[in-house]
């Protein structure tokens, strides 16, 4: 005790992890909805009242209430901040989700996105009021067409499944141009392909034939061989690939799809093992996504906004949609008609994620050609550094090889301990480390995808590298408690995903009044 | 590292890839800058550009510029939204989760519908989305679009249909609102899509075609770009509309040159099975406790791949972030009194513009923008107006070019708008026209 009598050190207490009042742990804090807490009556903007004048709604005017609450600037920076505090983010630690690939997001990136000059011009003010933004345009086109060695690209995407359809599209109307759209109505994916890949095969009227994956982890010519024939239109194929393996045999691929009529769609999420170290326009590839918020680290942000970027082969060009950025001397225009040209239309209103193109204009000026080249080999380093670290506890489903920037593990070695993929990918949130992709891809049982991304130093590296370990020993070693009943100190217990789907609550109702 | 991996080098990584693609020296491109440099570079660029607040600003079409308070701005730049990504790992993603169960609920109650998802691209991908899900719904594969669609809507709905072999009839543009929708209704269709208020302004009272659409199992699907609007005009949802699709930009979002915005999707219940996009739902944890997932994923690329109801893997988190802040801070009071400020304001323009000679405001009904008829070329005018340093509107023509409304000029007025800017576009404005 000091002199003022008050306590200086820890007294031994018997009662361990008292209830609370509030229901509050300290600094896991319980928040109430904003339909809890807000009032309808209530606005936390200054807004004065107009000046008295005549409506010309045509009598359309709302009669009904809306439902709103409102929030003061307090309460809402209150709101908000405690439920920012029940998120994991990059900026808080490791973030190893394979084939989503969450890298540092430069701050830089964020103020140049915010410049007036960027943020606050308008999609169709005067083109020569604009003559910077399409100048930015130009620029990323210029670098992901370097970068890509390929000979068009299309800024429009929203993100990389809108870059799916939008390569696709331009297939399609290739194959309509040469008049074969009846007849090659057949797309090939891999097994190991993401979702998107078949979804938007489908979405645009092509059966999927599916492709089986080596044994190991590749696709083969032979396999390939055998889908082609001529009713395919494309083969969309991811690679690096989803087991983290660069498709050893991607140009005779290539060649064989070409032989055969089709064109070669290329899945580019994982563009990032290999950005100034191979060009995929030297691989036979006719269009590639490129997402912005994986490779040139525009932030991921809960969930979107993203950008797909689709960069084209000479075969493809043409078929681009609209609009594009044209040089005319000085003088930059944009292109917003497809009428009259081999153009496939337009994908979406105005030109594209904007903000998005700030963000990897500033991340690639800042790397570099040198630059972009080293992240990409950190990336790999990095995820063949976690492999040879851990594969002697982890089972590789394709033998110990080397990997691109992520490293896929099976559960064949959790086998008899009771526990599953996701129970220990639950186990790590304790450990105050974000869970690696699980169970993706599909051909790999109780998948484990890790991508540490170059981000990681050496220190986090090797400190996820023991953390992994301990657990995965634990996991041997039978504590089955400590991973079944995982997460034991997230903001919430295992949440039960089937009762949700079951009887969906997709919103929130005014409760039931009490009667009297 | 690399002695512990077991290669020499770092190219022995890389030895999967073929040998002559392989690239062992940097490409002939610029060699990393520092901060400062990137910093001075895309500055400069920016200072080529007009921005919206350095000018009288009367530009829409789509996107509108409005006020963003700056807590949203502050709020949306947390690390722990910020860079975060999609919740799959719900028990550290309740933070995300609840504000999109916040958001969902301010969207359906803005929209008067049952449920809305998570959020979409942005409006005009939301509307082709809508139009597919009608098909799956009604099991037929024709729609209707109104010629009061924004042109870049209706050319993104029509790409998606040619493309997935459905069928697009669209009629043409209609400034004045006059077109008879409920007369080319016929039960091939399966949807019919109308904009309110439309590209040209004008209000449209969609009742009478929700119910003719009901008669003729037609779903109506209610197109909203400026959604500042729902505060002061009648609901979608209360007008009857089945699905509401629209653009979020205006709450809580800047301009950003077109993107990124916030795509808005809202149905009935007996629908959200048959939806596209990610949906968050209440459920409990294994303590009992109230939490959030995302859910009835069954209907998405990654489980149902080829059998899925949309591509969609992407939302626009952040910007649905932001306008759901925005929203909370304005609440019902505050969006009523915003939307009412934008009305007062166009209602001033118009009636400023009505008393210039050479200039007809075609709208009768209208909410913070309309079209005026001009002498001679929108375009050229608004490019001379420009040179004068007003940004004045939107030419019809850049975006319907050969429709024979080279004359139109559609003209917005937000809460951004003083009397000085207003009397700025009159004097401008009267210069340019008669001399």
Not at chain 1, 340 to 361: L, P, Y
């Amino acid at each position: 005790m000091n002199s003022e009598g008050r306590p200086t050190q820890p007294r031994a207490a018997t009662l361990l992890a008292p209830q609370t009042f509030s229901g509050a742990r300290a600094l896991q804090i319980h928040e109430a909805l904003i339909f809890d807490i807000g009032r309808q009556d209530f606005t936390g903007v200054d807004l004065d009242p107009p000046k008295a004048f005549t409506p010309r709604l045509g009598g359309l005017e709302r009669k009904s209430e809306i439902g709103l609450p409102g929030l003061s600037e307090p309460e809402a920076m209150r709101h908000y901040v405690k439920l920012s505090q029940k998120n994991y983010a990059i900026d808080m630690g490791p973030y190893p989700l394979g084939s989503c690939t969450m890298k540092h997001n430069p701050r830089l990136n964020e103020k140049m996105a915010r410049l007036p000059g960027f943020a606050d011009i308008h999609p169709l003010q005067p083109v020569s009021t604009v003559q910077g933004a399409l100048a930015l345009m130009e620029e990323l086109s210029f670098w992901l067409l370097k970068l890509t060695g390929m000979e068009a690209v299309a800024l429009t995407p929203k993100a990389g499944a809108h870059g799916e359809m939008c390569g696709m599209m331009a297939i399609k109307a290739a194959i309509a141009a040469r008049g074969e759209a009846a007849t090659r109505k057949v797309v090939l994916a891999p097994e190991s392909a993401h979702g998107t890949n078949p979804a938007t095969a489908a979405a645009l009227g092509f059966s999927v034939r599916s492709i089986p994956a080596g044994p190991d982890g590749l696709v083969h010519p032979e396999d390939v061989a055998a889908a082609l024939g001529p009713d395919v239109a494309a083969i969309m194929l991811t690679n690096p690939n989803t087991c983290g393996l660069f498709e050893r045999d991607i140009v005779e691929i290539g060649q064989l799809v070409h032989e055969a009529g089709a064109f070669f769609y290329c899945d580019g999420a994982n563009f990032n093992a290999i950005v100034g170290k191979v060009r995929p326009g030297d691989l036979g590839i006719d269009a590639m996504h490129i997402n912005l918020h994986k490779t040139f680290s525009t932030p991921h942000g809960g969930g979107g906004p993203g950008a797909g970027p689709v960069v084209l082969s000479s075969r493809l060009a043409a078929f681009a949609p609209v609009p594009f950025v044209r040089r005319d001397g000085e003088k930059l225009t944009l292109v917003e008609e497809s009428e009259g040209t081999e153009s496939f239309g337009r994908m979406a209103a105005f030109h594209g994620q904007m903000g998005m193109f700030v963000r990897a204009v500033s991340y690639i000026l800042s790397h570099g050609a040198d630059g972009l080249a080293k992240a990409s080999e950190d990336a790999v380093i990095a995820a063949n550094y976690v492999r040879v670290c851990l594969n002697d506890l982890f089972s590789s489903p394709f033998g110990d090889r080397v990997c691109m920037h992520e490293v896929l593990f099976d559960d064949r070695w959790l086998k008899d301990t009771g526990i599953t993929t996701l129970d220990f990918a639950k186990a790590m949130i304790d450990e105050g480390i974000h869970p690696m992709t699980i169970y993706f891809p599909l051909v790999v049982h109780g998948a484990m995808l890790i991508e540490p991304t170059e981000s990681e130093s050496i220190v986090s590296l090797t400190l996820f590298i023991a953390t992994l370990r301990d657990l995965a020993i634990r996991a041997l070693r039978g504590e089955r408690e400590r991973f079944l009943g995982a997460p034991h100190y997230a903001p919430r217990k295992r949440l039960d995903e089937t009762a949700a789907a079951r009887k969906p609550i997709l919103r929130w109702t005014p409760p039931k009044p009490v009667e009297a | 590292m690399l002695a512990r991996i077991g290669v020499a080098s770092v190219n022995e990584l890389y030895a999967d890839a073929p040998r002559d693609a392989l690239l062992t020296a940097p490409l002939d491109l610029p060699l990393r800058k520092t901060e400062l440099e990137v910093e001075r570079r895309l500055s400069a660029l920016a200072a080529k550009n007009v921005a919206a607040s350095a000018a009288p600003f009367f530009v829409g079409a789509g996107a509108y510029k409005h006020h963003v308070p700056a807590t949203v701005d502050h709020l949306i730049q947390r690390s722990e939204f910020l860079t975060a990504y999609t919740p799959y790992q719900p028990e550290i993603s309740q933070g995300t989760l609840q504000v999109l169960f916040e958001f969902q609920t301010q969207v359906a109650n803005l929209t008067g519908m049952e449920v809305a998802n998570a959020s979409m691209y942005d409006g005009s991908t939301s509307t082709a989305e809508a139009i597919l899900m009608a098909h799956r719904v009604t099991r037929r594969g024709k729609a209707l679009l109104s010629g009061g669609l924004h042109p870049h809507y209706a050319e993104t709905a029509r790409t998606l249909s040619d493309m997935s072999e459905h069928e697009t009839a669209v009629l043409p543009p209609d400034p004045r609102a006059t077109e008879d929708l409920i007369g080319a209704l016929d039960d091939s269709l399966s949807c019919v899509v109308v904009q309110n208020p439309d590209f040209f302004g004008n209000l449209r009272d969609l009742a009478p075609l929700a119910e003719a659409c009901r008669a003729k199992g037609v779903l109506l699907i209610a197109v909203v770009t400026e959604v500042l609007s729902l505060g002061l005009v009648e609901s979608p949802g209360a007008m009857g509309a089945d699905i509401v699709v629209g653009e979020g930009q205006s709450i809580g979002n800047g301009l950003n040159f077109g993107g990124p915005y916030l795509g808005l999707f809202a149905t009935r219940d007996k629908y959200v099975r048959q939806s596209p996009g990610r949906l968050c739902g209440r459920s409990v944890d294994a303590d009992g406790r109230p939490g959030f997932v995302l859910t009835l994923s069954t209907r998405e690329q990654h489980i149902r791949r080829e059998k899925a109801t949309s591509n969609i893997c992407t939302n626009s988190g952040l910007c649905a972030l932001a306008f759901s802040i925005h929203l909370s801070l304005l609440g019902e009071t505050g969006l009523k009194q915003l939307a009412l400020i934008n009305h007062a304001n166009a209602v001033a323009l118009a009636e400023a513009l009505e008393k210039t000679s050479g200039v007809e405001v075609l709208n009768h009904g209208f909410f913070n923008e309309f079209t005026v008829r001009v002498k001679g070329s929108a375009a050229d005018l608004v490019e001379r107006m420009a040179a004068r340093g007003v940004l004045a509107g939107v030419p019809v023509s850049r975006l319907l070019p050969r429709a024979g409304l080279d004359d139109l000029l559609l003209v917005a007025s937000s809460e951004i708008n003083t009397d000085d800017d207003r009397a700025a576009f009159v004097a401008a404005l009267k210069q340019e026209l008669n001399g």
